[in-house]
């Protein structure tokens, strides 16, 4: 169960400027921090298949897709091999970007959600190209809302300004609203629309239905596992340090802002927070097994980090894992 303490912000974020505003900034941050860092007219978040075959390299266990294997070379060289291959020059990307409750909590100078909003502009600035397009769907308490797929940045301004300027639920004070639709109704979505080889970002905090077990299956990893199939997909984690580790404040109430339970907690008891602490931790490891086990690439923001700059890491480390001629197995930025 998702909970949180009431938010604060020591400092002003985003959500302290009208939406106009937000997506000005945000336009100059990505420009700022982002521009220049891929060259060539056709730029993207990973280095991906696509239609034109590129050479052979080594086989990387547990990192490279058995159906990619260049048998040819393999026999050859007695060394499994597999087939690289250049991007398509015409790169369709779909969003899904998780607008839930859980998503509207922060402690620092973004929240979850100003977080993922940034998130999505960075995807559109390197997935921008000659006809290129982007398209979204997005989870919100009312429904699954959608954003047909577009080139230009027009359309790229219009989804950013629309979710900026959604309207807050405040989480449990709108538990008694009908049941919103799960990461698993969002991910089919996004299956049904995605009818070409692409690009999928799916940007959420990944608690929906996380099991208390850690050997069991969320509810949406069956649907992620089918997006992998077929797409490449990137998974970008949001989480806030406060869901990783309580302070010691004293009594605090916790909430579930997907259901609005409540629970009252001492938090100058030590051995809690170390509880919650390594239950926290033990979550996050959760999350990131079962999108390495979907076949998902994993970046990791938080919203006390730079943003950017993490983003930025993430796509040096995807080229030169790709680049690289031996197995060199690694995670997320």
Do not use: C
Request: glycine share 10%; proline share 7%; no cysteine.
């Amino acid at each position: 169960m998702r909970r949180r303490a009431a938010p604060t912000r020591p400092e002003p974020g985003l959500a302290d400027l009208a939406p106009d505003q937000r997506l000005r900034r945000l336009e100059l941050t990505v420009a700022r921090r982002l521009d220049g860092l891929l060259h060539g007219q056709y730029r993207g978040l990973l280095p991906g298949p696509g239609s034109e075959v590129a050479g052979s390299r080594e086989y990387r266990p547990g990192e490279d897709e058995v159906r990619r294997m260049d048998w040819a070379v393999t026999a050859r060289t007695t060394v499994p091999h597999v087939r690289e291959v250049d991007a398509d020059r015409e790169l369709t990307t779909w969003l899904l970007v998780d607008a839930s409750p859980s998503m509207e909590y922060g402690t620092a100078t973004l929240d979850k959600r100003e977080l993922a909003v940034a998130a999505v502009a960075a995807v559109g600035f390197l997935t921008a190209g000659v006809g290129n397009r982007l398209g979204a769907q997005v989870l919100t308490p009312d429904g699954l809302r959608r954003f047909p797929a577009r080139g230009g940045r027009t359309h790229l301004l219009g989804l950013l300004r629309a979710l900026l300027g959604a309207p807050r639920t405040g989480g449990y004070e709108e538990a008694t609203a009908p049941t919103p639709p799960s990461l698993a109704d969002g991910l089919a979505g996004v299956q049904r629309v995605a009818t070409r080889r692409g690009l999928v970002v799916v940007v959420s905090d990944f608690l929906d239905g996380l099991p208390d077990d850690p050997d069991a299956a969320p509810p949406w990893e069956a649907a992620l596992r089918r997006l992998a199939v077929r797409h490449q997909v990137l998974a970008v984690e949001v989480t806030d340090p406060r869901e990783l580790e309580l302070p010691d404040i004293g009594l605090i109430t916790l909430v579930d802002p997907e259901t609005g339970r409540r629970r009252e907690v001492w938090t100058g008891d030590r051995a809690l927070r170390e509880r919650y602490a390594q239950a926290a931790a033990a979550q996050r490891d959760q999350v990131r097994d079962v999108l390495r086990r979907a076949g998902a690439a994993h970046l990791a923001l938080r919203t006390d980090r730079d943003w950017a700059a993490d983003i930025v890491r993430h796509v040096h480390h995807q080229r030169r894992l790709a680049a690289a001629p031996a197995p060199a197995r690694g995670g997320g930025a």
